[in-house]
């Protein structure tokens, strides 16, 4: 009776592992199937850059597959030149893009560790306590095209990148003349020096976080 036991408890995973198989493919197609029938869809951006024109009325996020401009309010760059840039954190919600390419969701800027005169200085420009950290919120608004062969460079990109999540409508509900076939391409140019210009207004680096990986040309 022991050596029966042994025996079957020896093939009995061999006998199991394909209908576990089958149920775990089952379940992934299910799971894939349940996606299609949402409206909308998911994917992630990593984002290893901004930028915004000289005169602070654009901020700009490049990647691979899509450029983002954003009408930032004021209030972001009164922030950032708060005197305590080097110690900023940042936090993302989960943006949203609808049928018109408009893309909206909320950054968070935020301080944990600081000095007596940093943490003053933050609240001066509007950060406020949120449990240990202090943290300054808005919510940007802009609009996504197709990147063009244009993408910033190891120079113009921060020390570290950020994830971002981004609901899109899913195409299969779409109507055709809102597909993403039909974004339009980024208005981004670049001079023959690399510098890039937005409507005619220059580029500049943001140094959200800590430094740019060079001072040169970022926005102060």
Same mark, same amino acid.
């Given at each position: 009776?022991?050596?029966?036991?042994?025996?079957?408890?020896?093939?009995?995973?061999?006998?199991?592992?394909?209908?576990?198989?089958?149920?775990?493919?089952?379940?992934?197609?299910?799971?894939?199937?349940?996606?299609?029938?949402?409206?909308?869809?998911?994917?992630?951006?990593?984002?290893?850059?901004? &930028?915004?024109?000289?005169?602070?009325?654009?901020?700009?996020? &490049?990647?691979?597959?899509?450029?983002?401009?954003?009408?930032?309010?004021?209030?972001?760059?009164?922030?950032?030149?708060?005197?305590?840039?080097?110690?900023?954190?940042?936090?993302?919600?989960?943006?949203?893009?609808?049928?018109?390419?408009?893309?909206?969701?909320?950054?968070?800027?935020?301080?944990?560790?600081?000095?007596?005169?940093?943490?003053?200085?933050?609240?001066?420009?509007?950060?406020?306590?949120?449990?240990?950290?202090?943290?300054?919120?808005?919510?940007?608004?802009?609009?996504?095209?197709?990147?063009?062969?244009?993408?910033?460079?190891?120079?113009?990109?921060?020390?570290?990148?950020?994830?971002?999540?981004?609901?899109?409508?899913?195409?299969?509900?779409?109507?055709?003349?809102?597909?993403?076939?039909?974004?339009? &391409?980024?208005?981004?140019?670049?001079?023959?020096?690399?510098?890039?210009?937005?409507?005619?207004?220059?580029?500049?680096?943001?140094?959200?976080?800590?430094?740019? &990986?060079?001072?040169?040309?970022?926005?102060?």
């Amino acid at each position: 009776m022991n050596n029966q036991r042994r025996l079957l408890l020896k093939i009995l995973p061999s006998l199991l592992a394909p209908a576990f198989a089958g149920c775990a493919s089952r379940r992934g197609e299910y799971e894939e199937w349940r996606e299609s029938q949402h409206s909308y869809r998911y994917y992630e951006e990593e984002i290893s850059s901004f &930028m915004a024109t000289k005169d602070s009325s654009k901020l700009v996020v &490049m990647t691979p597959s899509y450029h983002y401009i954003f009408s930032p309010p004021k209030k972001l760059f009164k922030a950032l030149n708060a005197g305590i840039r080097h110690k900023l954190g940042l936090d993302f919600t989960t943006f949203s893009v609808d049928e018109s390419n408009r893309i909206s969701g909320k950054m968070t800027l935020f301080v944990i560790a600081g000095t007596p005169e940093e943490k003053d200085l933050a609240r001066k420009a509007g950060f406020y306590y949120h449990g240990i950290r202090l943290e300054y919120s808005i919510r940007l608004v802009g609009k996504r095209y197709h990147a063009s062969d244009i993408q910033v460079t190891e120079r113009q990109q921060l020390k570290r990148s950020y994830q971002i999540k981004i609901q899109e409508p899913n195409p299969k509900f779409v109507n055709t003349k809102n597909s993403s076939s039909n974004i339009a &391409m980024s208005p981004i140019e670049q001079a023959a020096n690399g510098i890039l210009f937005l409507v005619g207004l220059p580029l500049l680096i943001i140094s959200m976080t800590g430094h740019c &990986m060079t001072d040169e040309d970022c926005l102060k």
